[in-house]
């Protein structure tokens, strides 16, 4: 190795074993064999070992900033040795921190306790899960040698880091839901994290609504006018649109969508704040069933909150070339000639729709991870490569994540992506025909007999149209799904990093 196989003063700090396993795992690392470790050497290493393909980039930067302490961007033995030694005498520091009784073993309740006091509160099925990611004998306790083989190649051993370590590993409150907020902890409240991440979901919203407006604009059309506009198909009434307001003409009622996300938003995550505090009980964190009804009702709120701007968003999209002047103008003239009760028409079916799609968007994504993590468990055991006999006397090294990968395969940003896109499509087919009837009740300046209501115009699209016209512009409401999906998390990502939010 350089430098003479680290023959530092950390290596004579070190005992016999730990030497020999820290000069293993530096051979592992070191593919090259020319005794220095690049970032593409750490990075792949850390795959191979069996660190996430999602995490193995951010644990190799922050490993070779740590340790590479001359600057040449890779690290020489004595380097390797020195990072090791010191992030090893951290996690002992931690683990003796969590272990309050001082047996020598971290157990369920020294867990929930440290979680306790970070803001972050579970119950003891949840610490469990967490236990046995960890725990390689089956105690359900977890003694250092386990503490220190599963952290060990975790670039921190601050508490904070490795308590959101296990909410991504472990998947305890993961927000990636489309109708239920994020969860956020005391820490990311009080550092000002939260709005941070508000931020960049209402810019990545902001994006992608402009971005897919066209086929939202023609969703709406097809949605209100229905057999009348879908003669031509998609394509033809794609034409239409352009034909009567030209190109700008395909982003009508697309500034009203955009402002709305702010307060929808800001009132939901406060709504969600309180009332999940209502569905919990002290030191237990939210099940499936609680983040439903929480989620739900906040959504409930803020739509109630912010629905006049629903209504203007529907006038606007559907408004001939010249009606309004703008929002403002518009909003006046509605007022001024349906008084002030016009400004909820859908207002009911509206609410109704948040129940079906909340419901089945997060039971649908919360069973599709599940069955991710299942057959990901299957796959694992049936594919587990053999061992080499120098690889079995390495095992720890070599079993240092996988071990903990096949207690808790971790589901991914892509896998999470499909999970959610798929769940949502599933909780618009459901709640569909109650937006129809919502959009078509905005849409109407006048009221008309027998149609005004929402039962009065459910019958009357199934007599006149039959069920297919409760589908009406579902079409064009599924084509964005790919690109609105896609473009959101571009900006997400990209805003959370500018505003330096580091991901979980």
Same mark, same amino acid.
């Given at each position: 190795?350089?430098?003479?196989?680290?023959?530092?003063?950390?290596?004579?700090?070190?005992?016999?074993?730990?030497?020999?396993?820290?000069?293993?795992?530096?051979?592992?690392?070191?593919?090259?064999?020319?005794?220095?470790?690049?970032?593409?050497?750490?990075?792949?290493?850390?795959?191979?070992?069996?660190?996430?393909?999602?995490?193995?980039?951010?644990? =190799?930067?922050? &490993?070779? %900033?740590?340790? $590479? *302490? #001359?600057?040449?961007?890779?690290?020489?033995?004595? +380097?390797?040795?020195? /990072?090791?030694?010191?992030?090893?005498?951290?996690?002992?520091?931690?683990?003796?921190?969590?272990?309050?009784?001082?047996?020598?073993?971290?157990?369920?309740?020294?867990?929930?306790?440290?979680?306790?006091?970070?803001?972050?509160?579970?119950?003891?099925?949840? =610490?469990?899960? &967490?236990? %046995?990611?960890? $725990? *390689? #004998?089956?105690?359900?306790?977890?003694?250092?040698? +386990?503490?220190?083989? /599963?952290?060990?190649?975790?670039?921190?051993?601050?508490?904070?880091?490795?308590?959101?370590?296990?909410?991504?590993?472990?998947?305890?409150?993961?927000?990636?839901?489309?109708?239920?907020?994020?969860?956020?902890?005391?820490?990311?409240?009080?550092?000002?994290?939260?709005?941070?991440?508000?931020?960049?979901?209402?810019?990545?919203?902001?994006?992608?609504?402009?971005?897919?407006?066209?086929?939202?604009?023609?969703?709406?059309?097809?949605?209100?006018?229905?057999?009348?506009?879908?003669?031509?198909?998609?394509?033809?009434?794609?034409?239409?649109?352009?034909?009567?307001?030209?190109?700008?003409?395909?982003?009508?009622?697309?500034?009203?969508?955009?402002?709305?996300?702010?307060?929808?938003?800001?009132?939901?995550?406060?709504?969600?704040?309180?009332?999940?505090?209502?569905?919990?009980?002290?030191?237990?964190?939210?099940?499936?069933?609680?983040?439903?009804?929480?989620?739900?009702?906040?959504?409930?709120?803020?739509?109630?909150?912010?629905?006049?701007?629903?209504?203007?968003?529907?006038?606007?999209?559907?408004?001939?070339?010249?009606?309004?002047?703008?929002?403002?103008?518009?909003?006046?003239?509605?007022?001024?000639?349906?008084?002030?009760?016009?400004?909820?028409?859908?207002?009911?079916?509206?609410?109704?729709?948040?129940?079906?799609?909340?419901?089945?968007?997060?039971?649908?994504?919360?069973?599709?991870?599940?069955?991710?993590?299942?057959?990901?468990?299957?796959?694992?055991?049936?594919?587990?490569?053999?061992?080499?006999?120098?690889?079995?006397?390495?095992?720890?090294?070599?079993?240092?994540?996988?071990?903990?990968?096949?207690?808790?395969?971790?589901?991914?940003?892509?896998?999470?992506?499909?999970?959610?896109?798929?769940?949502?499509?599933?909780?618009?087919?459901?709640?569909?025909?109650?937006?129809?009837?919502?959009?078509?009740?905005?849409?109407?300046?006048?009221?008309?007999?027998?149609?005004?209501?929402?039962?009065?115009?459910?019958?009357?699209?199934?007599?006149?149209?039959?069920?297919?016209?409760?589908?009406?512009?579902?079409?064009?409401?599924?084509?964005?799904?790919?690109?609105?999906?896609?473009?959101?998390?571009?900006?997400?990502?990209?805003?959370?990093?500018?505003?330096?939010?580091?991901?979980?």
């Amino acid at each position: 190795m350089a430098n003479g196989h680290g023959s530092t003063r950390e290596l004579h700090e070190l005992s016999a074993e730990e030497e020999e396993q820290f000069t293993k795992l530096f051979k592992r690392l070191d593919a090259s064999g020319d005794g220095r470790i690049d970032f593409e050497e750490l990075r792949e290493g850390l795959k191979k070992l069996g660190v996430h393909s999602d995490q193995a980039e951010k644990h =190799a930067q922050e &490993i070779l %900033k740590k340790s $590479d *302490k #001359d600057d040449d961007e890779e690290i020489e033995f004595a +380097e390797f040795v020195k /990072y090791m030694s010191e992030h090893q005498r951290k996690l002992k520091l931690t683990f003796d921190k969590l272990d309050k009784n001082n047996d020598g073993r971290i157990d369920t309740e020294e867990i929930i306790e440290a979680l306790r006091g970070l803001g972050v509160h579970i119950d003891k099925s949840e =610490a469990n899960r &967490i236990m %046995k990611s960890m $725990d *390689k #004998d089956g105690t359900l306790t977890v003694d250092w040698d +386990e503490w220190r083989e /599963y952290l060990l190649l975790h670039p921190s051993a601050d508490l904070k880091d490795i308590v959101k370590y296990w909410r991504h590993t472990v998947s305890i409150d993961i927000g990636e839901n489309l109708c239920v907020p994020d969860e956020f902890t005391e820490e990311e409240k009080v550092t000002g994290m939260w709005w941070r991440q508000l931020v960049a979901g209402g810019t990545a919203g902001a994006v992608s609504r402009t971005c897919t407006a066209p086929l939202d604009r023609l969703k709406v059309l097809l949605q209100v006018h229905g057999a009348n506009v879908a003669r031509g198909g998609i394509w033809g009434s794609f034409q239409q649109m352009l034909k009567e307001g030209g190109v700008k003409g395909l982003w009508r009622g697309n500034g009203m969508n955009v402002l709305k996300i702010a307060p929808e938003s800001a009132i939901k995550f406060m709504a969600y704040e309180r009332l999940k505090k209502l569905f919990t009980r002290e030191g237990h964190s939210l099940g499936v069933v609680e983040r439903f009804c929480s989620g739900s009702l906040a959504g409930m709120i803020s739509q109630t909150t912010i629905y006049p701007m629903e209504v203007l968003k529907t006038r606007l999209a559907i408004r001939k070339t010249g009606e309004y002047s703008g929002m403002w103008d518009c909003g006046v003239k509605i007022y001024q000639r349906e008084g002030l009760r016009a400004f909820y028409k859908g207002y009911i079916p509206n609410i109704l729709g948040v129940l079906p799609y909340a419901g089945i968007d997060l039971c649908i994504y919360e069973t599709l991870k599940i069955m991710w993590v299942q057959h990901s468990e299957r796959w694992q055991r049936r594919n587990e490569p053999q061992e080499t006999d120098d690889e079995k006397e390495d095992g720890t090294l070599k079993n240092m994540y996988l071990a903990k990968n096949k207690n808790q395969p971790n589901p991914g940003v892509m896998v999470l992506l499909a999970c959610g896109t798929i769940s949502s499509t599933c909780g618009q087919l459901a709640s569909y025909p109650l937006a129809l009837i919502r959009t078509r009740l905005q849409a109407q300046t006048t009221p008309i007999p027998g149609r005004d209501t929402m039962a009065g115009l459910f019958k009357g699209i199934i007599k006149d149209e039959g069920l297919r016209g409760l589908y009406r512009g579902i079409a064009p409401n599924f084509m964005k799904v790919a690109p609105a999906v896609s473009i959101s998390y571009v900006v997400y990502e990209k805003t959370r990093s500018a505003l330096g939010v580091n991901s979980k």
